[in-house]
């Protein structure tokens, strides 16, 4: 009895201790940007209503806000499947690449058809979802049939997703004269997913990304698949003694999330830039992998933190010309928060354990 | 292209793989110990421009580079720390720290953009330096560049050849065995990790100090070579000579698409600088696809002359990583 009760004490006690070290994660970030500021002279109020005042100031700035809301959660969903089955899916940047390149492609070679805009829309989205699946396929395939981690086989496939970007933006569907940076010739306003009147934002895109939360929400809680999906993730082999086909499951994740990222490169051509660009993916392939850390792989959670990441990367915007910084410190918090996350997460782990020892009968807690 | 003119060109290889070199070699000795710091490419970005900024500053390239040093070896510790004795995931602290890092380096190297800096001198090797063809290669270069010629043979005689080595190779391999033979297995990895992120912390300043001297921001060209180091690191096999070949080769590659770039005007520059990235995944594919069971399979069917001459060829090429990379070490 003895035991039990003192079970019970340490179980209370996880669930308040855990947000409260959360909670100092966070300070502990806000603190380290605020330091760097100092660092370099700038004032750190000011810049951070600066950042407050460029996310959510007007309108235009919220529905900026939700513009790279709607692929960051993609992204983030997407790499969530991947993380479920154990897997580093780092190529994430260039299946969102490869699904920016297909649609292009595909809007070129109808544009000048007689098929209804929509379906041009639409036929031009599929394929992008279909570049990004292909692109997570080969990283799948060097996987499983090549042994080549997915790290590395992501991160080659990232950088030759960028060649092809910029060899077609120089090359073959170059600007009338040079090709530039600037990227390829926009499409006409008809083959443009339609956006609210006066605003970036296409309710459409926004529309397409919740779904997509909700759609991996419920199949990684409730169904058989994601089940199967997470044995595979947690351990390998056993899941593989038990029947479940594991190499299967993994290319299976590997094509959804391409699917999810791929659909994100192709909001990025039919709702944001309206033709290719060298840097198309706008990043949002790593940050979808930061704020899946984040968010300790719990897609509910992708929802409010890809909000933040998204207000934060639009609220910088202003601040080379405001305060003459540098926007990256968007990406420092970033990466601080996620950083100061893992280390006080390591640390609240570290400390339970020593608990725990000094009471075996504790409950043994878990983690992915 | 003249004589001289392909010497002068490949001698420019050798001094632009040094960065490369670093990085891989640093990275080499950390996974030796079990170790992956895969914050590689954000370090080399923070080090260039941490080292640029010191070196303008106090006018000193010595201080430029010990910089370099001490924040790879910063980051390392970060690394060490949070895996180590905090037992979280290698690859997600190494890879928040390669984003971290980088758009540090970005933030806090904006008032450094495009200043015209001190920068390392080539020093011709007395002697040396005039003999033919040899002279021109190896012996007119920059102190960093003749110490990354050093550091591939010091890592490989430590690694291979001494005592303290094999004890590395150990606790990389099987770190119980080295714990049963009294390694402190768990430190040894902090000092290893720290090491070799001291090293990796060269290849920045090796850069924005020499190679491609100051400081650029984003348009440094330096973002992704931490990416291709690491994939070097395996193609070398975790063998610093190895990777010396890698480093050169992928050098080599970029320069011939520099070569090239005048000669096939209708390739866009861009597409031959990062013409080498595919050439890494498919000799990334060569160096592990040895070990994948179909391939053994399939091999098994072909006649006997034939097999064997293609086991010989894949098993030369393959190289499998430390045992216990990325395992923690508990040592009760």
Redesign the interface.
């Known amino acids: 009895m003895e035991g039990s009760k003192g079970a019970k004490l340490t179980a209370k006690t996880i669930k308040w201790i855990s947000p409260l070290f959360q909670a100092a994660a966070f300070l502990l970030a806000l603190s380290f940007t605020t330091l760097?500021l100092l660092a370099?002279g700038a004032p750190p109020g000011q810049a951070y209503l600066n950042i407050l005042k460029g996310a959510f100031g007007n309108t235009n700035s919220i529905a900026n806000v939700l513009v790279v809301w709607a692929p960051l959660l993609l992204t983030t969903v997407g790499v969530l499947i991947t993380f479920s089955a154990g897997l580093?899916n780092?190529g994430v940047e260039g299946q969102v690449t490869l699904g920016a390149i297909f649609t292009t492609w595909v809007l070129r070679l109808l544009q000048e058809s007689a098929l209804p805009p929509w379906l041009i829309i639409l036929l031009a989205m599929l394929a992008g979802m279909l570049g990004g699946a292909l692109w997570a396929a080969l990283a799948g395939a060097?996987k499983t049939?090549?042994?080549?981690?997915e790290?590395?086989?992501g991160?080659?496939?990232n950088?030759?997703a960028?060649?092809l970007t910029?060899?077609l933006i120089?090359?073959p569907w170059k600007r009338p004269g040079t090709?530039s940076m600037s990227g390829t010739l926009p499409f006409p306003e008809t083959l443009w997913l339609p956006t609210l009147s006066g605003l970036r934002l296409s309710p459409w895109a926004l529309g397409l990304a919740l779904l997509a939360v909700v759609v991996v929400y419920l199949m990684l809680r409730g169904t058989r698949f994601g089940l199967r999906l997470k044995a595979v993730g947690k351990n390998m082999r056993a899941a593989y003694l038990l029947g479940v086909p594991t190499w299967q499951h993994m290319m299976a994740s590997f094509l959804l999330c391409g699917l999810l990222a791929g659909l994100a490169g192709a909001l990025q051509v039919t709702a944001v830039y309206h033709r290719l660009i060298p840097s198309i993916s706008s990043g949002y392939g790593?940050l979808g992998?930061?704020v899946a850390?984040l968010v300790n792989y719990q897609a509910v959670w992708a929802v409010p933190v890809a909000l933040f990441f998204a207000a934060l990367n639009i609220g910088s915007i202003q601040l080379p010309i405001v305060l003459?910084?540098?926007s990256?410190?968007?990406?420092?918090l970033?990466?601080?928060l996620?950083?100061s996350v893992?280390?006080v997460?390591?640390?609240r782990?570290?400390i339970m354990k020593r608990l725990r020892l000094s009471d075996e009968s504790a409950p043994v807690e878990e983690r992915p | 292209m003249t004589n001289e003119q392909l010497l002068l060109g490949l001698a420019s290889v050798l001094a632009a793989a040094a960065p490369v070199l670093f990085a891989v070699i640093g990275e080499t000795i950390s996974e030796r110990a079990g170790v992956i710091n895969?914050s590689m490419n954000g370090t080399i970005l923070l080090t260039a421009m941490g080292s640029f900024a010191v070196a303008l500053r106090t006018n000193s390239l010595w201080l430029g580079f010990l910089t370099g040093m001490a924040i790879g070896a910063l980051v390392a510790l970060?690394v060490a720390?949070?895996s180590i004795?905090?037992?979280?995931s290698q690859?997600?602290?190494g890879?928040?720290?390669a984003?971290?890092?980088?758009?540090?380096a970005?933030?806090?190297?904006?008032?450094y953009m495009n200043i015209p800096g001190p920068r390392l001198l080539a020093v011709p090797i007395p002697g040396l330096a005039q003999l033919p063809y040899v002279g021109t290669l190896f012996f007119n270069h920059t102190v960093i560049t003749y110490l990354s010629f050093v550091m591939i043979f010091l890592a490989w005689a430590w690694i291979f050849k001494t005592r303290p080595g094999l004890m590395l190779q150990g606790i990389g391999e099987r770190p119980a065995a080295a714990f049963v033979r009294g390694a402190n297995v768990n430190r040894m990895r902090y000092l290893y990790t720290v090491i070799g992120g001291a090293i990796i912390g060269l290849a920045g300043p090796a850069y924005s100090l020499s190679v491609k001297a100051g400081w650029a921001?984003t348009i440094s060209g330096l973002d992704?070579i931490g990416?291709i180091a690491?994939?070097i690191t395996?193609f070398g096999g975790w063998n610093p000579l190895r990777a010396a070949f890698g480093s050169y080769l992928f050098a080599f590659l970029q320069w011939l698409g520099l070569v090239l770039q005048a000669r096939l005007p209708n390739?866009?520059s861009?597409?031959l600088q990062?013409?080498p990235?595919?050439l890494?995944?498919l000799t990334?594919?060569l160096v592990?696809?040895?070990?994948?069971e179909?391939v053994a399979r399939t091999l098994a069917l072909l006649p006997t002359g034939l097999r064997r001459l293609a086991v010989r060829f894949l098993r030369a090429l393959r190289a499998s990583p430390p045992a216990a990379l990325g395992v923690p070490f508990e040592s009760e």
């Open positions: 760097i370099v580093w780092i060097l049939f090549g042994g080549v981690n790290i590395f086989g991160l080659g496939l950088f030759v960028t060649a910029l060899w120089f090359g090709g790593f992998l930061l850390m003459r910084l540098d990256s410190l968007a990406g420092v970033q990466g601080l996620v950083l893992l280390l997460e390591g640390a782990q570290q | 895969l970060i720390f949070s004795t905090l037992k979280q690859v997600a602290v890879f928040v720290l984003l971290l890092c980088r758009d540090l970005y933030f806090l190297g904006n008032p921001g992704g990416w690491l994939s395996i390739i866009p861009q597409v990062v013409a990235f595919p890494m995944i990334l594919l592990n696809i040895g070990d994948a179909w």
